[in-house]
């Protein structure tokens, strides 16, 4: 479809370019009558082809969107998604909507439904995005985004600034917080080429010479060519031990949002020495940055370590992250919007996983305000002894300080919940 798309809309921008260039060269020549007759035939060609690209492009998908509503309420960007403000856009920015709901219009069960294709689409197209992320989110319209990492002041954080889990009465966990950026002068992961996806990662491995320094380790790329290509053992290796990320082909919404396109290239992840420390490139958002610990019992530890690694990223010259004025950083999902942060534990709660499902566990953890997920990450089964992936779910109009702080309330709320199941 979107090949279609592609080549119809080329030829109406050509055959009217081609219109206006005959028409300046007739009237040069004083041939204005003949020219002015060419024109008509070449304006009349442009609109036949326009509404070919009408009938054949646009009416099945907004067909397709009309019956997911009914069948799909929950698909917020189908829910979302506003004929009369698709009817007022211009082709090419019709083409870019269909292009952003595609994998929610494929994938009828999506939750949200949609993936940004530009790092200015939030603002490009506010009036769908706008609707989407407040009913996400719970956030009114209204309200911007913004940034802060500082801990002071914020409600629930004990009174000696310490969000250390040993005092909930947990053993030491593993824990991780990680954050999704983009770069602003690449197109998202869904509308990248093979070249961007390449020159995307070359860009990063200057800047991971700079991290390099400050951190060691070293640089793990499945381009075929790159100087830091890794064999097929080492690949799977790295991802047995979650250092690296498994192919997302299997996952559809990704794949129909075009973010799984062109594997295995500009795929990546740069590991600092400690292994404390890793960027994956070429995911679902440009870069993923996260800090993990084993065994840790301060949240405040990979928080404050993962501030400091984003700091240097950031210091790097021509490295600029997509951002908005209103929405903050900017990630291809709309879930992630604002922070990109997801901060998480392994907590054991067999009581609640009783059965090996988690269906109690997410009841239990959503009021929280915490989401639950399996030990492989998203749509990953819960460990055997009950072990699960345990994180706030917002993301946007809260501060990246809130959000460890609502972890650990979240943790000590669902504690006192196992520990009366
Ligand atoms: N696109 C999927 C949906 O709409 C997943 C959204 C959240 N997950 C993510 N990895 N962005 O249900």
Redesign the pocket.
Known sequence: MATVAKSSHSNVASIAMAAAAGAAAAATLGFTAQAESTMDVLKGISGQLSSIEEAVVFAPALAKIGSIKKSHPG?L?VKDFDFDYFASLSSADKKALLAIVN??VQ?A???????AMNPTDYDKFEPFFGAVISDYHGVPRSQHHVTDWKLDGVAGLPADGKLDVTKLGLPPVSMRVRVGRNLADFPLPGAMNKDDRVAMEAKMQIAFVELKKKYGGRYHSLTPGNPDFITDDEYKALVKAHVMFKDMAADT??SD?GIASDWPFGRGCYQSEDKGFIIWVGE?DHLRIMCMEPKGSLINGVFERLKTALDTVESIEGLKFAHSEKYGYVT??P??LGTGMRASVLMKIPKLCKGGSDANAKKVCKPLGLGVRGMGG?HTAIGADGTCDISPTARFCISEAEIVTALYTGIKNLKAAEDSA
Do not use: I, K, P, V
Request: charged share 15%; with cysteine; proline share 0%.
């Open positions: 698909n960007a994998s929610g994938n069960d999506s939750g949200m439904g949609c993936y919404y990704l949002a679902e291809s999902c879930t992630n998203e």
